[in-house]
């Protein structure tokens, strides 16, 4: 059973720093690309940030790029994002997603709160 399970979220203050984490199971997590999406209230899913399977690809919504790294550990099975210059417009659930073949995955999100 895929299971990937966000961690790291939290209250910040404008400027401030976050380090997201999503532990990943259940199927061979260094074979497959791994993306991070968020949501804001009372809006629909946003792409943020995507790495390919080994690494060494990544990608990012303009409205992060500068900002938001992505990496992974695959020997921990892990994806990471490292949220810098927080800005009140990321406020979010963020989640971290996968395909596999003809199935898309979600964990269940972890809540990030920018504001004063």
């Known amino acids: 059973e895929v299971q990937l399970v966000e961690s790291g979220g939290g209250l910040v203050q404008p400027g401030g720093s976050l380090r997201l984490s999503c532990a990943a199971s259940g199927f061979t997590f260094g074979s497959y690309d791994m993306s991070w999406v968020r949501q804001a209230p009372g809006k629909g899913p946003e792409w943020v940030s995507a790495?390919?399977?080994?690494?060494?690809?990544?990608y990012y919504a303009d409205s992060v790029k500068g900002r938001f790294t992505i990496s992974r550990d695959n020997a921990k099975n892990t994806l990471y994002l490292q949220m810098n210059s927080l800005k009140p417009e990321d406020t979010a659930v963020y989640y971290c997603?996968?395909?596999?073949?003809?199935?898309?995955?979600w964990g269940q999100g972890t809540q990030v709160t920018v504001s004063s």
């Open positions: 790495i390919n399977s080994g690494g060494g690809s990544t």
């Open positions: 997603a996968t395909e596999t073949g003809a199935d898309s995955y």
